[in-house]
């Protein structure tokens, strides 16, 4: 089974269909008129539907046990097709669409076993998934020019060469595969002078993302987010928010961490922790969505991509 410990919940939604042909109209006005010797077809292929879908994790080994929050089960009649509409939602990690394929698949097989007994040529066909919303996908920011990020390892023992860095090479590495090009990766010591030079000099060079590891802790020369304080124009909350909780549902000191997100000018400042762990965790919360703020900052509105 995929390992999605790393992803965050997100509105999920697909839509599934499935096709059931029967031979001939007698089936069709059975089913509608609701005179088919084992009952309503309609309603009880949408039971069954039901069932599955709940139950999708059971019959598909690779599937992940997850909540199902709504679905709804349509039906179009056109002749001799019975056109399946299956919807499903859910608030979680993982996406539904085998969920939805799944529940489309039972309802077919459901209505064809109850009228097999008036009906020996009904085919079933066209089993697909025709939508899918709230994975990572739904939430690609597209930019006409590459972002430019910087990204600084606050350590005074790193930066004296008695430690080698991790953090700042996994937000490196992070940043290219979200597609943002890391022009400048410096290591530098726990130093409040040493970070507000940095901070200042690649805003103005037209850095969209400034990125600093290390110094959030409460240790006498964690700095970070002092020395970034003064220069934010504007704290980003929930962004710090998500850090926070984030990491918090992954290991419990991620409360004592002093995470700080905040912009200067159309600069995007993050100082993020220290550790390897840490660091990780902390672009996996927020990271590819957080890029939705140089559309913000551009004066578009939050349905802009």
Request: a negative charge.
């Amino acid at each position: 089974m995929v390992d999605i410990t790393h992803k965050i919940s997100t509105l999920r939604s697909a839509t599934a269909t499935a096709t059931v042909l029967v031979s001939h109209q007698d089936t069709i006005d059975a089913i509608v008129n609701n005179t088919v010797p084992k009952g309503n077809v309609l309603e009880m292929a949408k039971t069954a539907g039901l069932f599955a879908v709940k139950n999708t994790h059971l019959s598909i080994p690779d599937c992940h046990p997850l909540p199902i929050e709504f679905t709804s089960v349509e039906y179009e009649i056109s002749g001799l097709t019975i056109a399946i509409i299956f919807k499903v939602k859910t608030v979680y990690k993982t996406g539904v669409e085998v969920e939805a394929m799944h529940g489309a698949s039972i309802v077919a097989l459901t209505m064809y076993d109850m009228l097999k007994p008036i009906d020996k040529n009904i085919e079933i066909s066209t089993i697909k998934l025709v939508e899918k919303k709230g994975g990572k996908s739904s939430f690609k920011n597209k930019f006409p020019n590459p972002i430019k990020a910087a990204v600084f390892v606050c350590s005074d023992s790193i930066f004296a060469g008695q430690k080698e860095d991790r953090s700042g090479k996994i937000i490196v590495e992070k940043l290219d595969s979200y597609g943002i090009e890391t022009t400048h990766y410096e290591i530098i010591p726990d130093e409040i002078d040493y970070i507000q030079e940095r901070t200042t000099r690649f805003a103005q060079d037209e850095h969209q993302l400034i990125i600093f590891t290390g110094g959030t802790g409460l240790s006498p020369r964690d700095v970070t987010p002092e020395a970034l304080e003064p220069l934010l124009e504007s704290r980003i909350p929930g962004i710090e928010e998500a850090i926070r909780s984030y990491g918090q549902q992954r290991m419990p000191y991620a409360m004592l961490s002093r995470s700080m997100v905040g912009t200067i000018g159309n600069t995007l400042v993050l100082a993020l922790p220290g550790s390897t762990n840490g660091a990780r965790e902390s672009m996996d919360a927020v990271f590819p969505h957080a890029l939705h703020v140089f559309h913000v900052l551009k004066g578009n509105n939050h349905d802009a991509k």
